[in-house]
């Protein structure tokens, strides 16, 4: 059953009525409070962040504006799916189409290979394509809507037409089947998934801040098997002032040694996500994980299924 | 045909694997490992599809028929007693 109301039906409605200025700066206050009211997750994101701030003061700012740069994506969100589609483009900046539209052009279909770094982002820049004609979907690790609505946000909400967010970025449920992702490709449809996560049942360990990392391999290799080339996409900025900054595709080529053909594909991605991730580093939502980059180097080691879970 | 002997033949000449399948027992696992992935599981599907005339739907390819050559096999018999061969 539905829940009757939320705190984002709250802000849908006073985006409606207050400049959206002020909404943001609300959303900054609300992740400054997280910020003093929670101190073990306020610890947790310092830890993290330690290694890229140059004093104790600049990594008291860093993690501030961490939890501000969170509720003000998570706003964003919400008013972005209340927002007139024709103004899609005046929240969310796409850069770097015509990589896109290169790989397309190749009949195999592409994969859009984003990141947790503004995450949300992510299902701003797919709805955008959408509109702007890109068979885009996104393959999700669970079948439940990701925000579902409330029973007033049904009622509120301008767009009823299209209510929930897994019908505007065109997501489908896949867990370990790639079955529907290789018929999706077949039909030269835009694959959209995240590349730094764990739910896969194959990683590689490559280069990543420092260290040797585990990252999935699973899209890489359904490149290596259908053809499609990867497309890496970042988002980038901070919130409100959001970018899809979409790099330049890549093949998986399939020579003698196939496995390493795998592993330089995956180093490809992640150096991408690494660059940018360096330019944002306080957008990066993994860094809510206790030692972030410990627990990444766990990944491989849990058991499928609970890897699977999300 | 025996099963078993087609699955790792496959499996030897068709999947990046990131271990030798002959040292690799009936039982070991070969998700858990990772010695084959999702796209893998995909094509062996399709090959046991193609090979011995089953059809293994979307709610079963999941990871618990897959883990090993033995459940592997166990999978293709009971699609196989399904269609009445």
Redesign the interface.
Known sequence: MSRLVSLGDVAVLLSRVLPLSWMYRLARLEGRLVYRLRPARRRVVERNLAPFAKDASELKEMTRKFFELKQVRTLMMLVFMDTDPEEWEEHLELEGLEHLDSALSQGRGAIFLASHLNSIGVFMAVMILRKRGYDVRVALPSPDELFPATRLGKVVRRRSASPTLMEHIGGFYVQ?????I?KALAENAIIGQTGDGWH????TSVPFLGRSLPFT??MM??A??TGTMIVPASIVGEAPKLRCRIASPFGVPKSAD??AD?DEAVAKFAKVLERDLLDNVVCWEHWLFEDTLDTMATW?QR???ER?EL | MDILVSLRAYIKDNL???TDIEDVGDGDSL??S?I????????L?TFLETQFGVEID?EE???ENFETMTGIVALVNRKLEDKGT
Request: overall charge neutral.
């Open positions: 370990f089947n790639v079955r529907p290789i896969s049942a194959a990683f391999t699973g290799s359904v290596q098997s196939p496995r795998l491989p058991p499928l299924r699977l | 990046v694997v990131q998700l858990e990772g084959i992935d999702s796209m893998g599981v995909f094509q599907v979307d390819m999941v990871p």
